[in-house]
């Protein structure tokens, strides 16, 4: 039962305001000392820096993120803005509409939940004020949008979640694209709806500045949409068809990034070493914090945590859909207070076996909670959508707009998880057909 304070010690930790990966080194050192004593400890903080230096997969991450950074650098991120918009303007909340699909394909490049709301809010939120389109709605798009970076594949948290599963990286990114098609889908429909009944809130664009010819849009969308999507496609199809492994997948996205860069005349020494600046300071953190996570959840399955908490589960007799909704309540509460990777690297360690155990598909409870993950990150009042949204917004769009304009999407949110909850062949039906052939 000793190990079992740890998470108590942990909370009390988190609310004194220190850095949570501080805390959580600091507690597995603790406890570390007093069940195992030097030797004991020095074992598994070495064991797990080992394991956290030496997973290929999490050689993923930089490359990912570089990907990212360069595409938003190199000027390929409002060119695409301009191109996708060049479809939507017309259709009522079209330039909403054309943001949620500049978020999917941003997110399928970034691989960063916060950078492609921030990137994308700061070319849409002005074009969207311009056209008088309504605040909440703009909030709401912007935040729920730049969300979908946690379950467009590839995502960062993805490549995390996967080793402290003990699951394949590969099926996640792979079972991850309907849920997040579903998402954004659900995002379009309702602004289109919304905007359908109440032209107000979304007004259509018809002014003559705006008509471009059919053949000019066909040329410019060639010229701008095409090459990024040809990056992507080839990230994610070399995975699904199992040419390359996350990381081989990365490298090539991120090469492929920069060709793109000298193809817009944007390569410049100045755009490769900012992206490469960006790219060490957002790794050093991530990696810090799972080697943190990695050490305080090995002391607490070595000091009988783990089996201390199966026992209590069997002993109530705690399993199936009981244990999901006690996982999903859980984790979404403590989206309020915490970063997502932070969560992942306290909750599913220890939970993970227990769904094993009870007979859920380890690739589908990973989906699943990161879409789970993605509505506390969407819900007031801590949501960090927020927050990000914040820094980014003119003054004349308040905090009361972002917390209306967020619950709409939450439902959306919360619909989701209860179809992959209800049917998780949502998520298995893809990874099993790549696996077939």
Sequence with gaps: MTALWMFPALIAGILTGFPVALVMLALAVGFGL????????????????????????????????????MFEASGIASRLYDAIHLWTRRIPGGLAIGTVVMCVIFAATSGVVGATETVVGLLAIPAMLRHRYDKPLICGTICAGGSLGTIIPPSVLAIVIGPVANASVGPILIGMIVPGLLLAL?????????????????????????????????????????????????????????????????AAGALGTVVLAGLYRKLTWKVVADSTLRTVRI??????????????????????????????VEAKNIGGAPLIALI??????????????????????????????AGFDVVWYCVLFLVVLQTAYLTPPMAPSIFYLRGIAPPEITLRDMYRGVWPFIGIQVAVIALLVLFPELVLWLPAKMQSF
């Design 186 to 250: 659900g995002y379009v429909v309702y602004i289109l709806i919304r905007c359908l009944l109440n032209p107000a809130l979304g007004p259509r664009l018809d002014g003559d500045d705006e008509a471009v010819p059919l053949g000019r849009r066909i040329a410019v969308t060639a010229g701008v949409l095409v090459p990024p999507l040809v990056v992507i496609v080839c990230v994610l199809g070399s995975m699904m068809a199992g040419i390359a492994t996350p990381t081989e997948a990365a």
């Design 328 to 357: 999903i309540a859980v984790t979404f509460v403590a989206g309020f207070m915490l970063d997502p990777l932070v969560i992942i690297l306290i909750i599913v360690p220890v939970t993970a076996p227990l769904v094993s155990a």
């Design 283 to 312: 790794t050093a953190m991530i990696l810090f914090i799972v080697t943190c996570g990695s050490v305080f959840a090995a002391v607490f399955v070595a000091a009988g945590g783990m089996q201390t908490l199966t026992d209590l």
């Design 34 to 69: 007093w069940q195992f004593g030097h030797e004991g400890l020095l074992h598994q903080v070495l064991l797990k820096v080992e394991e956290v230096a030496t997973a290929q997969v999490l050689a993923a991450v930089p490359l990912f993120i570089f990907m990212g950074a």
